[in-house]
């Protein structure tokens, strides 16, 4: 399970740093660095093209893990580096960038967003994503697959009717979330649930910010 991240547009990333002359730069050796989105070779190219810009690029580095404390300790050995440089340029998952604000106290600016927690596929490369974390989860009566993420409509109560020998009509090169619902019901014997009607979803339950104590 990783973040799946992906590249904001060069521009943007430009804007962000339009009063910053000097920049250090920082990836992940984990989430981005599988998704070849801020790993080393991606921060090194993203080095040598804010250079081309005309950034003083201070120094780089690629924490073994930006989302976890552990973070703090990598960040206090390029102390200098980051504390000369006007900003800080993250090529992590969002979580990483506040970690990394947090830890250090400078601007930071993202290189990448961070669109959904997701799994690799038996493709090497292809990630899909498995859960919105909505707070109030449904798998039970499903059979195990998420409608909520897996249908393109996200409905509770399908199919939609538009779904065409298995493939959805929104994009037909995906599997119909509700025929693999109704497939996998089928097969364990439990067809019975795919007759419950599901309420309208509760989202309170998945307000933001998300907070819990764990006793
Ligand atoms: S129903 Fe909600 S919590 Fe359950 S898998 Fe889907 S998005 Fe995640
Ligand atoms: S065809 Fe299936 S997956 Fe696609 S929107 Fe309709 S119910 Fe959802």
Redesign the pocket.
């Known amino acids: 399970m990783i973040s799946v991240t992906e590249y904001k547009p060069q521009e943007e990333v430009l804007e962000f740093l339009e009063k910053c002359q000097s920049v250090y730069i920082i990836g992940c050796g984990s989430c981005t660095t599988i998704t070849h989105t801020g790993g080393k070779a991606e921060v090194l190219k993203m080095k040598e093209s804010l250079a081309e810009t005309g950034k003083e690029i201070t120094g780089w580095m690629v924490i073994p893990t930006a989302c976890d404390e552990l973070a703090k300790d990598a960040l206090k050995e390029a102390g200098d580096e980051i504390q000369s440089a006007d900003c800080l340029l993250i090529m992590t998952c969002a979580f990483g960038v506040q970690n990394i604000a947090m830890f250090t106290g400078k601007p930071v600016f993202p290189a990448l967003n961070t669109i959904f927690i997701g799994k690799e596929q038996t493709t090497p490369g292809l990630f899909s994503e ?10 039970a009566w499903t059979g195990g697959i ?1 409608p ?2 897996s249908c393109s409509k996200g409905l509770l109560n399908g199919p939609c009717g538009g779904t065409d020998e298995g493939k959805c009509e929104v994009d037909s090169d995906k599997d119909c979330a509700w025929t693999m619902i109704y497939n996998r019901l089928k097969d364990q014997g439990r067809l019975d649930l795919f007759d419950k009607e599901q309420p309208p979803k509760h989202y309170q339950s998945g307000t933001r910010p998300g907070k819990i104590t764990i006793q």
């Open positions: 498995v859960c919105r974390q909505c707070g109030d989860c449904v798998l998420c909520v993420v």
